[in-house]
């Protein structure tokens, strides 16, 4: 079995080059680290409420439900930034080179049609939030503060594909 590389191509099962260089900093690493943090310090703070007096945060599932969701669109820029998405490799495998090449260009492809409809979708759910007024259940905020990360996290995704494969095509 192998362990895709950076870019998706499959290297030894634990390889390291000696000379491997650094990988570049994504800012959604930090940020997935900041959004951990914030559930971790949400969740404490509706336990200890609930221990010591019996009374449950409400804005706490609201803001919980909202990072996890962000937090899942991060995880999946980071995972096509590193080259480890989803991939069922059994038959990839096999493929002579150029038949590996062209199966994860199609595998790119397939990913950005469907997080550029996505996006678009999720920016139409966004402007119909925004023209109602809705609101939140929980806070009273305005529901499309909630909205626009799927839009917007969704062309970041898009943005990571479109480096992926033109890294790919150097």
């Known amino acids: 079995m192998s362990v895709p590389g950076p870019l998706g191509e499959p290297s030894p099962e634990g390889a390291e080059p000696a000379s491997a260089a650094p990988r570049p900093f994504h800012f959604e690493e930090a940020l997935a680290a900041l959004i951990m943090a914030l559930l971790c310090l949400i969740t404490f703070g509706n336990v200890l409420a609930r221990y010591f007096t019996n009374i449950s945060f409400a804005f706490t599932e609201e803001f919980s439900v909202f990072l996890v969701v962000v937090m899942t669109f991060i995880g999946a820029a980071t995972a096509f930034t590193r080259g480890h998405h989803l991939a069922l490799g059994f038959l990839v495998e096999r493929l002579p080179p150029r038949g590996r090449s062209a199966q994860r260009v199609f595998a790119i492809l397939c990913a950005l049609a469907m997080f550029g409809i996505l996006a678009w ?42 480096q992926l494969l033109f890294a790919r095509r150097r």
């Open 121 to 162: 979708w999720g920016g139409l759910m966004w402007w119909d939030d925004y023209g109602s007024g809705l609101t939140s259940p929980g806070l009273g905020l305005p529901q499309w503060w909630y909205t626009a990360a799927v839009p917007l996290l969704s062309l970041l995704i898009v943005w990571r594909l479109l």
